[in-house]
Every structure is written in structure tokens, then in C-alpha cells.
């Protein structure tokens, strides 16, 4: 308070630093402002490491299903071709 040019204004902002001054018993609740603050970071951090989480899934998941695509296809491949065509181009019994 007493490096502020304005001291009214100090102490109308700041009520909470004018009673633990003036209440020296009060002094450990300053601690409390630490506290705050670290549940703060706390509930920041949860908020990236949930984001984190989420990416990581989705692109587990992606990633599978591109393999199982390339597995799918490789099977394909390797498969000998059928003995003889289809009939019908949507491949139903054909009406002769």
C-alpha cells in the first residue's frame, strides 16, 4: 500500500491484502491464494490432457480401420478370380 500512488484505490481493489495486513494473525490465509491457483492449473492441465486423450483415440481408431482396409484388399488380391462371370451385371441368377 504504501508503493501505490493511488491508496484509495489500493485499498478498494484490494480488501482481502488490507485486512491481512492490518490482522497479522491472518497472515497464513495468503496461502489460500496459492491454492486457487493450483487447482486452476490443475483443472487446466485435465483439460489438455482429456484433449490429448481424444486425439489419440481417433487416430488409433483411424489407423485400424485404414489396416484392416489394406488387409481387406491384399486378401483380395491374392485371391484367385472367379471360375466364371457373373451373368447380370448385379450379379443375380440370369432368366434364360
Known amino acids: ?14 480488501p482481502f491484502d488490507l485486512v491481512v495486513v492490518l ?4 497472515r497464513p ?8 491457483a493450483l487447482a486452476v ?3 487446466t ?8 486423450v481424444v486425439v489419440s483415440i481417433v487416430g488409433g481408431a ?8 489394406l488387409a481387406v484388399l491384399d486378401a483380395e488380391r ?3 478370380p472367379p471360375s466364371r462371370p457373373s451373368a447380370t451385371r448385379c450379379g443375380g441368377p440370369s432368366r434364360r
Open 45 to 52: 492441465s485435465a483439460n489438455i490432457l482429456r484433449g490429448q
Open 62 to 69: 483411424t489407423f485400424s480401420a485404414l489396416i484392416g482396409a
Open 78 to 80: 491374392a485371391s484367385p
Open 23 to 26: 490482522l497479522p494473525m491472518l
Open 41 to 43: 492449473v490443475q483443472r
Open 1 to 14: 500500500m504504501l508503493l501505490s500512488r493511488h491508496r484509495l484505490r489500493f485499498v478498494l481493489r484490494h
Open 29 to 36: 490465509l495468503r496461502l489460500l491464494r496459492l491454492v486457487t
